[in-house]
T-cell receptor, first 110, second 115 residues
């Protein structure tokens, strides 16, 4: 069965610092992988997705993620975090019956 | 692009009552999904439609839950005899099947509180 694990419930980084959010997945075939961001009162917004091809995926708002099949990981990165990046981040696998991780809450310190 | 619209934004009901939520997808999208999200958790898949056909249902969708998409446009999710455990955010999403980079667009959700 497909599943997603986000090991970090809450991460705090200083503004301008780099960020990496971890995601591990379990999936029987080549996975479709996604990262979504959710701000309070807002719907989920797609940051980036991996279907196939280049394992380093560029997304919106300066985010990128790298698919590593050997580690079953799809970690999200950003070189320099902005205060507006504070939100909840969800990794997801699958497609029609997408499975989400429990989320990582990002706090950005001034 | 008006986005995915969900109504109402908030619903408070008493245990045992029936509730119905509505989702209006992006107009040209033929796929529609329902998810449920509880506090501190990621969204959980409930069901999805392609046009008017309900193609998949999660085991989470008990007999008290029913979803319809009668004309392949808007969808309704009804919960009968609500229980306190039904309290959650109900999210709707839509997508267009067959596009090269098909992706889900989510609405802002309906927050249900069962007292």
């Amino acid at each position: 069965a497909q599943s997603v694990t986000q090991p970090d419930i809450h991460i705090t980084v200083s503004e301008g610092a780099s960020l990496e959010l971890r995601c591990n997945y379990s999936y029987g075939a080549t996975p479709y992988l996604f990262w979504y961001v959710q701000s309070p009162g807002q719907g989920l917004q797609l940051l980036l997705k991996y279907f196939s091809g280049d394992t380093l995926v560029q997304g919106i708002k300066g985010f990128e993620a790298e698919f590593k099949r050997s580690q079953s990981s799809f970690n999200l990165r950003k070189p320099s975090v902005h205060w507006s990046d504070a939100a909840e981040y969800f990794c997801a696998v699958g497609f029609r019956d997408m499975r989400f991780g429990a989320g990582t809450r990002l706090t950005v310190k001034p | 692009d008006t986005g995915v619209s969900q109504n109402p934004r908030h619903k408070i009901t008493k245990r045992g009552q029936n509730v119905t939520f509505r989702c209006d997808p992006i107009s040209e999208h033929n796929r529609l999904y329902w998810y449920r999200q509880t506090l501190g958790q990621g969204p959980e898949f409930l069901t999805y439609f392609q046009n008017e056909a309900q193609l998949e249902k999660s085991r989470l969708l008990s007999d008290r839950f029913s979803a319809e998409r009668p004309k392949g446009s808007f969808s309704t999710l009804e919960i009968q005899r609500t229980e306190q455990g039904d309290s959650a955010m109900y999210l709707c999403a839509s997508s267009q099947r067959g596009t090269p980079n098909e992706k889900l667009f989510f609405g802002s959700g309906t927050q249900l509180s069962v007292l």
